[in-house]
């Protein structure tokens, strides 16, 4: 594809357009509201962003607004987008600034210098950030994590729009998310019933419509999968989905084949670390170790406890008891993560960290979205990088024992006390702050 202004001579972009994508392209021309959905690596965000960036050669509005669930989000999957987003598109006659506090990018138009701000919708309070401006364009990605004040705050701001234009992506959600009810499945019935007034531009893509993709690193997506997850239903077949049943189906199905014997555990790590889960009224305390391996190839549960504490002596004896025995078994102990919602039972652990005589950092732990942690689990899982042993059986049980809530609105595993949420608490614990570390490996 070729790019073409009076500041720059043509420049030829080396990303392929099947003629699905192109005919969405075309189309957001003459529609008001445009929404790609489909497949992880469907070429979605890109057809939004070249969509985006030719109506923003020619409007006559100067403000555009970008967003994502983060504004990090919005600017790598807008602005930079794998080499493909507008600072690469605009390259040349673009610089990043700020605009009234908001990150933006000015482009160099050939109807005047536009502004488009980058800014995070994820947040109950993020409509915040976008008030007192009047937006032309809207470029929105992965439009479902949006919220939903945001979302309308963001329709208010472009009701003085000249060509008012909106281009939203999002891999497929559950059927009942608001996403669909409130917007894009009553789009499609008022565009139905003829009554839908400026166009609506709805498309459906799968990880196969993208022609950039080699059949090699299709099967390398797909291998993060379990074929039998909700994930592998929305992000490789492109449906939506319900999230239903056992949340790690393949584990529980075939637990045997993900046991590590003693003889076979590794000598070296890249880093152990220790998850702690404080229990309430009517759970118990956990306790997992994980021993992460050399270049976070696997993460391997080495010790997985529970306990009873009625007091935080009897909480301390048995964490210390429990640390010493991973320091006798494995050498060391990197980190202690624990929940950082009880700040008086993690001061007293420190406290006997301290008198015990061992020098192991105790940090909160991060506590990344539930979701994320779970679907982390299942990559490892899929991709057999999970591994526990004879001492972390509790773990093991509470990976088979795993399911979602199908009362929740949301995507949500079941927490009334039949399974053990405590323990995996406590293992997500020890290894979500490497996230991105075993997803980029």
Request: some cysteine; proline content about 2%.
């Amino acid at each position: 594809m070729e790019t073409r202004s009076k500041f720059s001579k043509s420049k030829k972009i080396d990303w392929l357009f099947g003629d699905k994508h192109k005919k969405y392209i075309k189309d957001c021309a003459d529609n008001t509201i445009n929404v790609a959905e489909g497949a992880v690596r469907a070429g979605k965000t890109i057809d939004n962003v070249f969509a985006f960036a030719m109506e923003l050669e020619n409007t006559p509005d100067k403000i555009h607004l970008a967003s994502g669930s983060t504004s990090g989000n919005a600017k790598l999957n807008i602005g930079e987008s794998n080499g493909y987003g507008l600072e690469h598109i605009f390259r040349g006659r673009c610089r990043w600034g700020k605009f009234k506090g908001n990150e933006c990018l000015y482009v160099s138009t050939m109807t005047g210098e536009k502004v488009v701000i980058f800014t995070g919708g994820g947040k109950a309070d993020s409509y915040k950030s976008i008030r007192g401006n009047s937006y032309g364009l809207w470029i929105g990605t992965e439009i479902n994590i949006h919220h939903d004040d945001f979302i309308k705050e963001a329709f208010n701001r472009q009701l003085m729009a000249i060509n008012r234009k909106v281009f939203w992506d999002l891999n497929p959600d559950r059927p009942t998310h608001q996403i669909y009810v409130k917007y894009i499945d009553n789009y499609t019935k008022l565009k139905n019933a003829g009554t839908f007034i400026g166009g609506y531009n709805h498309e459906r893509f799968t990880i196969f419509d993208n022609m950039n993709l080699t059949e090699l690193r299709i099967q390398e997506i797909m291998s993060q999968y379990d074929v039998n997850s909700v994930w592998y239903r929305r992000d490789i077949l492109g449906e939506r989905a319900i999230a239903e049943g056992l949340i790690y189906g393949l584990f529980a199905d075939k637990a045997e084949d993900y046991y590590m014997p003693v003889k076979d555990i590794p000598t070296v790590f890249e880093k152990i670390s220790i998850g702690v889960d404080f229990g309430g009224s009517s759970s118990l305390h956990a306790f997992v170790c994980s021993g992460i391996t050399l270049e976070y190839k696997k993460v391997i549960p080495l010790l997985s406890e529970k306990h009873i504490a009625d007091s935080p002596r009897v909480l301390n004896r048995e964490f210390i008891r429990f640390i010493k025995k991973v320091i006798d078994l494995y050498g060391r102990v990197d980190y202690i993560y624990a929940d950082s919602a009880e700040q008086v039972l993690i001061r007293g652990m420190r406290e006997a960290l301290s008198k015990a005589g061992l020098n192991i950092i105790v940090r909160n732990a991060h506590k990344e979205k539930i979701i994320d942690r779970i679907r982390l689990v299942n990559i490892l899982i899929s991709q057999k990088r999970l591994c526990y042993t004879e001492e972390s059986i509790t773990l093991r049980d509470a990976l088979i024992g795993a399911v979602w809530d199908l009362k929740s609105e949301e995507d949500e595993r079941l927490d009334d006390g039949t399974s053990d949420i405590d323990t995996l608490d406590a293992f997500e614990y020890s290894i979500e702050r490497d996230i991105r570390r075993f997803i980029k490996r």
